[in-house]
Each structure stands twice: as C-alpha cells, then as structure tokens.
C-alpha cells in the first residue's frame, strides 16, 4: 500500500517537472526612462543619479524583482534597462523605476537643485502602471533564441514619432536591410503597429503589402507613432515608447526624448542594418524648447559627445547593444562609437547651421499645432485685442 502510493507521488512528481522543463521561459526586456532634473540646465545626467539609481536597482534585483539592470543617460535623461520573467506592464517591474526615480530626485535632484528636479514625475502616487505617469516605457517580451542580440537606442531632445523613419527603413526598405531581399525568413514582411497618440487607438499595418497606407500614417510623426514590430510569423521584433508628455501635463513639460529596443540577427535584420538606418540624421522635432526641427545626430554614449549643448542640442540618439542570456545582459557595446558614423554626424552639423540660419522662423521652428502646448500661445494671447479686422474685398 505504502509502495504504491510513494510510487504515484514520484510520477505525479515527474509529470509536474516536466510540465515546469517544458513551459518555456521568457524574457522581457523593459526599459523606462525619466528626466528628473540635469545639470547645468537640460544637459546631461549627474553621475550620482546614476550611483542611486544602480543602488535602487540591486535591491530590485536581489528581490526577485528583476534579473538584471544596466543604468545609463542620454543627455538630460536617466535610462533604466532592465531585463526580468514577469513579462510586459508588470506592476513591480514599473514600480521599482517609479521608486527608483523617486528615490533619484529626493536623494540627488532635489538636494542639488539640479536643473528641472522631477520635471517628468507627473504623479503624485504610483497606481499599477507607471504609463501615463511621465517617464516613457519600451517593453519586448520574448522567448530567447540561441542567442538574441539587441539594441536599445536612446534619443534626447526629440519625440517618439523620431523613430518612425528609422524604423520603417530597418523593417520595409530593402534599399536599407539587404535581408529583406536576401533572408528568406524577411521575405515575408513585418507587422507594423503604430498608435494615434491623439486618439489613443491604434492600427496593425503589414508590409510589404499595406506599405503605402502605412507610410500615410507614419509621415506624420507628431500624431501617428510606431509603437510595436512583430515579423509575418509573430516574432516580437521591436518596441518603441509613445509618451508624449505635453498631452498628460496639457502645458509643456519638456520632450518625450523616446526609448526603443530592437532585436537583430538570424532571420530578423541584422546590427549593421539597424544601425544603417540612422547614418542618415534625419529632421526630427524638438531641439530647442520642444520647438523646432533639427537633424537626429548619431552619437557614442560614452566618449564625451552623449550632452546636447549647441542650442540645447542638436537632437541625439545612442545605441547600446546587449546579448540577452537567459534573461541577464551581457554587455553593453557603444554601438555609435564608430568612425563610420563620423560623416553623419558632420552632415548633422551642416543641417543644424543651415536650419539655425532660419532664427524664428518656420519650418526651423515647428508649425503651429505643434506649438500648441508651448509657451508660444501665452505670447499670442497677449497680441490678441491688438488685431483690428479689416475688410479684404
Ligand atoms: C528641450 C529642453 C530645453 C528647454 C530650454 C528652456 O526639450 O528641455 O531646450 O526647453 O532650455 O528651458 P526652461 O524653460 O526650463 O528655461
Ligand atoms: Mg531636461
Ligand atoms: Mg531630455
């Protein structure tokens, strides 16, 4: 009697181990960032915010909470990368960056009265989800492959739709990711999801076949964002944060300076064609007060060039590259620190003189929707009872 029922506990025991073995783990890589006051105006994070933040981000992960962390800044802003198996919006995961950045500007913002302390904490309390809260979030939940590299590309003094061209041309240009051609797991095509920031909705595109729709869209980066990529088969292939901060705030509070992961190789487009994308600095808007285009300059996070000085800018973006090993970070690597993007960053700075020759005026500066939520309107308002109406006949 005895032996059989130690007998079925065993197999009862093996069925639920195998259960366990075979459920396949996943990796989500969360990324959330927040500028909460810089040094020297809005130009760069200060060294012990990143200590704090790091210290903030053991204990999350001697807690279980987390599995790994890398702590950086793209000029004015504190990224958090962080790595975990709780998957996408997990309520502790985004948790620890909301204490995190809290802890960051009573421990160091706030002491030092660095510039724009807790500028994104837009909240008062944390309730669940740290979206809508201020600091900008990209999630990717994936199963690993045998081994999965990834970029997170950083950018300050701009917005989420900064990435709309970039990452059309890494996932549907074949003019740009040879794969697309050459792989025939590319060939057939990405699925675009791109959200309406105004409307709250969003849209799944597929390419190549909808790519004129799509391009109807995301040419209007201000409004229409690429927010998610998956390839034909629902690989999970890109994230991208959507925060625009001005329309939480309803007034200007800053850029939403966007976060982004991409997931390279074996069958999905590889570094060199996700980084090629940006050899060419595009017009992004932002830059001075939130409030003209300029040129998106590729930089190294690391030699010096990750501030934005020459008119609070000109808008930059980094990229760090991660191997992701069961769910822990094995790197980063400076990814923009190449001689090879030295001539986009010239052409960047050719833009930035011949749009900065425009002072005032638009399309250096943004047009007037895009101004809505600046300081602009108060001027206007001032102007208001000076206009006379004339007849045009
Ligand atoms: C752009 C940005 C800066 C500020 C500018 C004025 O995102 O953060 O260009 O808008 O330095 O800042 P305030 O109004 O704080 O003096
Ligand atoms: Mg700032
Ligand atoms: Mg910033």
Redesign the pocket.
């Known amino acids: 009697m005895l032996k059989q029922s130690i007998k079925t506990c065993f197999k009862f025991l093996d069925i639920t181990m195998v259960r366990i073995m075979s459920k396949t783990i996943k990796t989500t890589v969360t990324v959330i960032k927040a500028?909460i006051g810089s040094l020297v105006?809005?130009h760069k994070v200060h060294p012990k915010q990143i200590e704090v933040a790091k210290k903030c981000l053991e204990v999350g992960k001697n807690n279980g909470i987390i599995e790994d962390f890398f702590v950086t800044h793209c000029g004015?802003d504190l990224e958090l990368i962080m790595t975990h198996r709780h998957g996408e919006n997990n309520q502790k995961v985004h948790e620890l960056a909301w204490n995190t950045f809290k802890e960051v500007n009573e421990k160091v913002s706030k002491p030092l009265k660095l510039?724009?302390a807790g500028q994104d904490l837009l909240s008062d309390a944390f309730s669940g989800n740290i979206r809508g809260m201020g600091p900008g979030v990209a999630e990717l939940e994936f199963e690993e492959r045998g081994s999965d590299p990834i970029i997170v590309f950083m950018a300050d003094?701009t917005e989420p739709g900064a990435w709309n061209l970039p990452l059309f041309k890494i996932f549907a240009d074949p003019f740009n990711t040879a794969g697309l051609v050459i792989d025939p797991s590319m060939h057939d095509g990405f699925i675009f999801e791109v959200l309406d920031v105004i409307e709250g909705k969003s849209v799944r595109m597929k390419c190549p076949e909808e790519m004129y729709d799509l391009l109807a869209l995301i040419g209007t980066p201000s409004r229409y964002v690429m927010f998610k990529i998956f390839r034909h088969d629902g690989l999970p292939a890109a994230a991208a944060s959507t925060t625009r901060l001005s329309l939480i705030a309803g007034r200007?509070v800053?850029?939403d300076?966007p976060v982004c992961i991409v997931r390279a190789q074996h069958g999905l487009p590889a570094v060199g064609e996700i980084l090629e994308a940006f050899a060419f600095p595009h017009l992004v808007a932002?830059?001075?007060?939130?409030s003209h285009n300029g040129p998106l300059m590729p930089v190294s996070a690391f030699n010096g060039s990750n501030k934005c000085t020459r008119f609070?800018?000109p808008p930059r973006v980094i990229a760090l590259g991660f191997q992701v090993t069961n769910s822990k970070l094995i790197g980063p690597t400076d990814l923009f620190d190449d001689p090879a993007f030295d001539r986009s960053r010239a052409l960047a700075n050719e833009i930035a003189d011949y749009l900065r020759y425009h002072g005032p005026f638009m399309p250096h500066r943004l047009g007037p929707e895009e101004m809505e939520y600046t300081?602009l309107p108060k001027v206007l308002e001032k102007l208001k009872n000076r206009f006379k109406t004339i007849d045009q006949r």
């Open positions: 500028d105006g809005h004015d510039y724009a003094k200007y800053g850029k300076d932002g830059w001075m007060r939130g609070d800018g300081t």
